[in-house]
């Protein structure tokens, strides 16, 4: 490795947003984990688990206006997270029955949800699976996709209708009276 510390910037310039956002902030993030689950090496733990999370956006990460504010939703999240896998289980009873494999009505949608996702064109496809699917959020899919934060939002609400009609035209959904979906037929294959 070389000891030219220019070198080594013009060999990782996507990081280099990430690691001075990352010096600047780790002190004040472990504070806040390690208040939160009053257990330091646990904080250590779930501080690196944020630190990979934003290498992991690269590019995205530079983009970002407050990137003080995403560690910190990122770490919120982690600890959510963590907290929710780390609840007791209780062992249930050898006689309680079965549950009746029910899905309720919006999540049987699911197939009939990709089918159509397919259907759309690239752009609608593509800002759908980001947002919607993997939960990337508007603003940074604006941002590592050289949009403005309005024209994303617009571009995401389109992108919805036409799903929605879609759902409704392929796959026979129906609303009931407050806006949620009640049934469908998952059988079409229009």
Not at 25 to 32: D, P, Q, T
Not at 143 to 161: E, I, M, S, V
């Amino acid at each position: 490795m070389s000891s030219d510390p220019q070198a080594n910037e013009s060999q990782t310039p996507r990081f280099d947003c990430v690691l001075r956002a990352w010096h600047a902030h780790e002190a004040e993030l472990l504070g806040f984990l390690t208040h939160q689950l009053h257990d330091h090496t646990q904080a250590e733990d779930l501080l690196q688990d944020v630190f990979l999370k934003s290498m992991r956006l690269g590019r995205g990460f530079c983009t970002l206006d407050n990137p003080r504010a995403w560690l910190f939703r990122v770490a919120k999240n982690a600890l959510v997270d963590f907290v929710r896998a780390s609840k007791p289980f209780s062992a249930l009873p050898d006689d309680l029955a079965a549950p009746v494999n029910e899905r309720a009505a919006v999540d049987e949608l699911d197939i009939c949800v990709q089918r159509n996702i397919d259907r759309l064109g690239a752009e609608d496809r593509a800002i759908l699976q980001a947002c919607d699917v993997n939960g990337l959020t508007v603003r940074v899919f604006a941002q590592t996709h050289a949009l403005g934060l309005p024209a994303a939002k617009a571009r995401l609400l389109r992108a919805r209708q036409k799903l929605r009609q879609l759902l409704v035209a392929h796959c026979q959904v129906q609303f009931d009276a407050s806006g949620q979906v009640c049934c469908h037929s998952a059988s079409s294959t229009h």
